[in-house]
DNA sequence: GATGAATGAGGATTCATTCAT
DNA sequence: TATGAATGAATCCTCATTCAT
């Protein structure tokens, strides 16, 4: 499995540090290459082209946002709890990478549309567990069963986007993980019975 | 004033039509001058280069809605009735104009960060009346007090913007208006006092 | 009408220079660009591409032989006479041209299938005269009414190119128009009733 | 000796199918590898490089065709008879192997220079034969000697050459060695006495 | 003001060859 | 002998912008 040889971990970190410090439109493979410490040739024994980089970069790191999520869904604990870590994991997992953060919400965002059409599909799995808590709450009662599932997730993860992307574009000069309170105050207002 | 000149206005509209049709990376500045019915060089006479074409065209957009959520504020109403109307209005314009919505919500996304942070410049003129709305219903006590304003803003924008972009990469196949009132009912459960 | 214009006609006697002194391997697009005082981006405006380039060198030069031929065809000659007039004509473009037969004869032949297909293509228009000599010479008994006019035709074409090809690998290092005595009596003796 | 070992021949009957199916430019060393059953760094303990692949499959498939040609020299017969079995061995062999046909005449043409200069080296040991049989036939009275070895020799291969390559760009759909007498009446009649 | 021909910088990708094992 | 992962040089084409007319 070329997933778990050295060198692909090594060109993913490497893309990321590359498109956080030069940003999306001169983030050449072969800067990459260099920064990965391999040959250009090297890129395309891992990656079938560039594009494939930088969807094997988001669909990594998503993975880690959905292995926590899917840990957080399987909890002992209420709707606003699962809803509050959820948002506490969020936040901590892009406040801990700087270069993560600014690549996702910001660079990606650059890409062409087939990039993110494929992105989007990454995302739904990460959005299936917030439909499971989302679910679950309206099921026990806690909350508004007239609420639409699929609005109400757009709401919860636009306003963590938002947010996120806020805190970014202003240069991580505040504490995103501090406003994790206030969010889900506002977000599980919304939502409840 | 270039911006009154009936060519200025061609060109834009000539933007609108050509990135929504061809997307934001196959708009060429001689695609658009074709389609404006200009030449090339033309464009150079009312527009300092490609970029503040794209600018312009969210400029001019976003002014009619800042125009319409001016009106909107001016109102005798309640915070409430305010945010609906700012919805539906946010919603019925981009719903009768398809064009407009693709190279809002997909296609201008693709450009560079610079851009990007010019376009959230415009954004500010939008978002400032949004604050006014909240501000306004915190104070004759509407909205609950505790409420961060920023937060509260990117609940508000995060959740439209997200359900608008839904909405676009689903084709236009539902009715985004008739969407009003449940985001309306979302959003202002998680202000309220 | 393109093919008018003088940058046309520099950039393809550009192409045969580049292409006679480098070889069609080393003949890079902005190394013809350059020989025919254009930037790179303007040979795009003439041509569709780099093989676009090769095809028109080919197509211009093949009308010249096949103009010619016309010519002696048209006159009023025993088949023994054109054939002769036919190879001579060969022999004397080629010979005041050492860098077009370079080209022709070693250069292009080394291209892919795709652009040989083309040029055999515009061949075709210089063997149909040929097929006209000999059906001439059938009918009016001068020919020997047994031959087969394609393997004729291969036999004529095939022994003056290969006579061109040697010469140009050695160096044109003899006189190519002296030898046409010599291949038409081993021509026409093969032919003649 | 290299040439003995299983694995040179393995690698030579790879090469010609690879090309045969693949076409010249899209025959990469580590197709031909994967053909010949054998790891990429392997061809090179074998053969120099990938040109020296190339001539090597010239040269082992020449050797068949100077070696038949040499029997047929020796034999007590007219210069007549000999042009007559020289051809028909030509057809005969490239007839019942179509993969070798279309190597050496469409994609081994589409070599470099050097390439194609080594191929002529391997050609005259070819051309050394038919050359005796020019001269025997001139030396018994039965060729005319006013002619031009070189030249005629350049009509015997040519033509040959052609009507070959003919075939092979019809896609074999005629049979080539039925084509033997007409091309040798063709061509004994330029240089009989 | 208007034109449109000309410019030229810039980058993803392939593949023959090597060499440590 | 045999392997195959790694190397890195090399090039066609696009398109925003200019400027002579």
Redesign the interface.
């Known amino acids: 499995m070329k997933k778990d040889k050295p060198k692909y971990r090594q060109i993913i970190d490497a893309a990321i540090i590359v498109i956080a410090e030069n940003?999306?439109?001169q983030s050449q493979v072969s800067k990459i290459a260099k920064q990965a410490g391999v040959a250009d040739g090297t890129i395309y024994l891992y990656f079938k082209n560039k594009e494939d980089i930088l969807i094997s970069v988001f669909e990594e790191k998503m993975d880690m946002f959905a292995d926590n999520l899917k840990e957080i869904v399987k909890e002992d604990a209420s709707a606003s709890e699962k809803l509050y870590k959820m948002i506490e994991n969020h936040f901590t997992v892009l406040s801990s990478n700087h270069h993560l953060a600014t690549v996702t919400q910001?660079?990606l965002?650059?890409?062409?549309?087939a990039l993110?059409?494929k992105i989007?599909a990454v995302l739904k799995n990460y959005l299936i567990f917030l439909d499971e808590i989302l679910t679950e709450g309206i099921e026990n009662g806690e909350l508004?069963n007239?609420?639409?599932i699929?609005?109400?997730r757009?709401?919860v993860?636009?306003?963590?986007?938002?947010?996120t992307t806020?805190w970014v574009?202003n240069e991580y000069k505040y504490d995103l993980v501090n406003?994790t309170e206030?969010?889900h105050?506002?977000?599980?207002?919304?939502?409840?019975a």
């Open positions: 940003g999306y439109h910001l660079e965002r650059q890409s062409n549309l993110r059409q989007n508004d007239r609420i639409d699929r609005l109400a757009q709401m993860f636009g306003t963590i986007d938002e947010t806020t574009m406003l206030k969010v105050r506002l977000l599980f207002n919304g939502l409840k």
